[in-house]
Structures are given as C-alpha cells and as structure tokens.
C-alpha cells in the first residue's frame, strides 16, 4: 500500500496531450489543493517514496499497488462533474476531505461510491445539505488549499505593500478609491492554452511557483472574483475582498473569514480589508484532515497489503479474469505495426472493458499515438471527452493513411465487414477484437 499523490504537472501534461484541441486550464486553485495533501503527507512522516503522483485522470485508470488518495477538489465539467464517482480505480481508496458537487444530478453508482467513503468532506453548504438529505454521512470542512503552508519562492520586492487584483469584475471600478487604485497591481491566476503558449515558455510547476511569489511578496491585500485566490489569502493570513458579480454556492464557506460583497453592493464595502481570525479554523481543519488520512490508513493497511501480495503485476493478466476480455491479439499486432515515433489517429468502436486497457497500453507506449473518434451503431456514448458518432462516418476517413480503427466490441466485429463495404474504409487499418473458439481445424 501506498498514498497516492494528484500532481499539477502531470495533470496538465495529460490534458496537453489528450483534450480535443490540445489545451489545458492552469488554475493555482488546483495545484494549491495538490501542495497542501502533500503537506500534510509530510506532516504524517510519510516519506516521498511512498508518494505515487497522479493526474486526475489516474482516479480512473490507475490500476497497481492499492492506495489511498485524499481528495480536495470539485466535481465540474473539466474533471467531467462526477463521472470519477462512475469509474473510481478499483485499486484506490479515497479519503473525500473537501468535496464540491457542481452538479447534484448524481446516479446511484455515484452516491453508493460516497456512501462507501463516507464521511464526506464538503467544500460548500450546498454540497453538505444535499449529501445530509441523501442519507451519506458528511461534514462541512471547507477547502484544503487553506491549509497550504507557502513553499520556499522568490519574493517580487516590487509588489511589497501592494495590492493584488485577481480577475475582478469592471463594475467594481467606480467604487475602488484612489488609495487603492495607487497600490494596485493585476495578476491572472490562470490560463487556458497550448503547451507552446504557456506564458513565458515555463513549465508548470515554474508557472505555479511564479503565482505563489505574487502571494509571498508581502502584499497588503487581495481584491478578486476567484474563489480559490480568497482560499489563498486565508492560508497565508492576507487581508482579502469578494468582489463578485453574483454570489454562487461555491462561496458561502468564505463569507464566515472575509468580505464577500456582490455587485449591487460595491457601494457598502469597506476598503480597510477587514478580516475574522481563521488561525483556530485552519488549525482545526488541519488536525481533522490528518486524522482521517491516518485512520484511513490504519482500518485498511492490513487488507491492502494483503491483497497487495497475492495480486499479480501483470495487467493482462489480472485482467484474464474478466470474460470480456479479449484483447490480446490486438494488442500483438499494433505492437507489430505501429512505431513509437510514428504520428497515428486512432478510433474506437464499442467502449468496455477492453477500449480502456487498450488506451492504457497504447498510452504506454505510443506517446504521438491520439485517440480522436468513438463510433458506436446502437447508442450515444461518451469516453475521454470524445461523444460517440455512427460508424458509417469512416467513409471521411477512408484515405488516412495515418487514422486506424480499433473494432473493441464483439458483436461490432461481427459487422464491421458490411460497413467497410458500405463506407469504403479500408479493412487493412482495422484491428478487431474477436474471440478466438477452437475448431475442428485446429487438431
């Protein structure tokens, strides 16, 4: 058993090279929440070795040494809302510390998963009301990324005494005061683009430690719209104002610690940045969230390991296991074709058991590899963010050299010959996962 880790780089490493348009959304809200649970590995003595970093993406796909995740985070469209409570790693077991449900339309699987889990740390009263009124045993904790402790940066001496601007909305602007205007300085705590676009060609973890220097530089306050640049202000003990164009539920936990003022009251706030003690909250908090991480740890440690020990390494084959599963032989030969430094478009038709552990294979190995299509006859799917179409749309690909298509379902296999016939599309890029039966041939 080890502790699994969710990591900033790695996170958006994966969506660089795994979203439609090859983007990625850097949010310091998201790699706060990341440093702060490994801060309080830290404060448990657990060693580096025992951390496993993760993507988000990992929640679902990971599979090896069982661990155990303490999770802080939202559950909205760029994490899928709550399809990790769907698909959650067999092979994880999270600690839910702080838990915002951007939508509250969740399946059975999806409340069974944090009845399983529970209690269930909230980050908002919405998100705690309406787990109460489902039976699933919670509590209202508030966001982790409070509890960071700042990491060693390089302070901006131009920004001593300054205040911070964080993406405020323009309405404010005629109820600002000249004292504040002459100490404002504006800053963006994130940026949706390419890998080549980062700003200043950094990585982003430099990107992360360059926003974190703005917030160690001995400013005097913060005014903004982000929920996580308030969250921030309170771990680092910096006056901060809600300037916001309407309040959301997201921030109904902020407004115990700090001025939350909408728009309609610009005129009532009060500019000297008044502040309520979070010092015992934050103290609090963070005993509470290191309780749990331990006795997590300790009620599952002796099954875990144990599991651990007779499980084999082996992906494919723990997988055998499971009848639907028929992989192998395709598997062989794309390992036979295809070239680790070849550019290839790649399609699924049929999504189970058998798609995802191709991905995590061709992943593996084909780093220029790109899932970019998913074809199903008979219903509308979704997987890796990709929505699924009819197969008779591989007559638009018939004469890419470079596009193949993975045939993963068993009764597709059975038909996929008519629609080659009908769209034109070649069967010599085509892999089929068929299942291999014993014939009279054979002896």
């Known amino acids: 058993m080890k502790y699994g880790l969710l990591d ?19 949010n310091i809200g998201d790699a706060a929440e990341y440093l702060a649970i490994k801060q309080l590995y830290c404060d448990l003595g657990i060693a580096d ?48 510390l702080g838990m915002s449900l951007t939508s509250t339309d969740l399946n059975e699987a999806q409340l069974r998963c944090l009845q399983n889990y529970a209690p269930i740390g909230c980050r908002d009263q919405r998100s705690y009301e309406f787990l109460k009124a489902k039976g699933i045993s919670c509590y209202l904790n508030g966001c982790c990324a409070s509890l960071l402790r700042m990491p060693p940066v390089s302070k901006q001496p131009s ?12 309405s404010i602007l005629q109820y600002v005061p000249q004292s504040v205007r002459a100490d404002a300085v504006f800053l963006k705590q994130e940026v949706y683009c390419k890998q080549e676009n980062i ?24 005014v903004t719209s982000r929920f996580h640049g308030a969250v921030l202000a309170l771990a680092f003990n910096i006056p901060v104002l809600v300037a916001l164009e309407q309040k959301t539920f997201r921030f109904s936990w902020l407004e115990n610690y700090c001025q939350v ?29 290191l309780h749990r991480i331990k006795k997590i740890a300790e009620e599952v440690r002796p099954y875990l390991e144990m599991t651990d020990a007779q499980k084999t390494s082996n992906l494919q084959q723990r997988e055998k296991t499971n009848f639907v599963l028929y992989y192998e032989a395709v598997l062989k ?16 038709w049929g999504i189970n058991q058998n798609s995802v552990c191709l991905l995590q294979a061709i ?14 006859m008979n219903r509308m799917v979704e997987f890796e963010g990709i929505q699924s179409k009819h197969p008779n749309d591989l007559a638009n690909h018939r004469n890419e050299k470079n596009f193949f298509l993975i045939v993963t379902a068993y ?31 054979d002896f």
């Open 333 to 348: 030969q794309i390992y036979q074709r295809w070239s680790p430094d070849e550019e290839i478009h790649f399609a699924f």
């Open 363 to 376: 992943q593996q190995k084909y780093p220029k590899a790109k899932l970019v299509a998913i074809y199903d």
């Open 159 to 170: 920004l001593q005494g300054k205040i911070l601007f964080i993406d405020v909305p323009q």
């Open 261 to 289: 003022v909408e728009d309609g009251g610009f005129d009532s706030i009060d500019w000297s940045f008044p502040m309520h003690d979070y010092a015992v909250v934050q103290r609090n908090m963070r005993e509470l969230c």
């Open 49 to 96: 070795e025992q951390m496993i970093p993760l993507c988000i993406h990992d929640l679902i796909t990971y599979r090896g040494e069982s661990l155990i995740v303490p999770l802080n985070l939202a559950l909205d469209s760029y994490v899928g809302y709550n399809k990790i409570l769907d698909h959650l790693s067999p092979d994880i077991v999270p600690v839910f």
């Open 411 to 441: 009764l597709a296999s059975r038909v996929a010959d008519d629609i080659f016939a009908n769209t034109g599309f070649p069967e010599s890029q085509a892999f089929l996962c068929e299942r291999a039966f014993l014939t009279k041939e």
């Open 8 to 26: 900033f780089e790695k996170t958006v490493q994966w969506y660089w090279k795994n979203t439609w348009n090859n983007k990625a959304l850097l």
């Open 199 to 222: 700003p200043g060609g950094v990585t982003p973890d430099q990107w992360v430690q360059s926003i974190l220097s703005a917030y160690g530089s001995d400013i005097k306050a913060i």
